[in-house]
């Protein structure tokens, strides 16, 4: 061999380990950035998740209301019903029917 030819210099120990250092941080970068990545699309299906939850609630109310008996309906009162409920409202009241009759203005006829 001759002194023209070039010897290959070596890297020292330190050199290296920087080298493998230098590349474990860009590899721990890229990690950063899929674990961010990770979560957006974690919080986006999140999301998606919680309306869903939502929908079904309501669709879970509107079954419950369709199978909870509904309560029965008053029966509507006719005039000559309300009549006699406020005949029997007064009587219970100690009036006696002249005394209805003549608080109402009108004569009994006999």
Known sequence: MSDTEKKRVRRTTEERIAE???KIEELNGQIQSLEEKKQEAVTAYN???AKV???IKGLEKQKAAIL???PPRK???T???KIQDLMKQAQRAGLKPEEIAE????????
């Not at 608080?103 to 006999?110: A, N, S, V």
Request: net charge positive.
């Open 103 to 110: 608080r109402l203005g009108l004569t009994i006829q006999e």
């Open 79 to 81: 005039k000559k019903e």
């Open 75 to 77: 029966p509507r009162k």
């Open 20 to 22: 493998v250092n230098a």
């Open 47 to 49: 999301d998606r998740i």
């Open 53 to 55: 939850m939502d929908r």
């Open 68 to 70: 909870a008996p509904k």
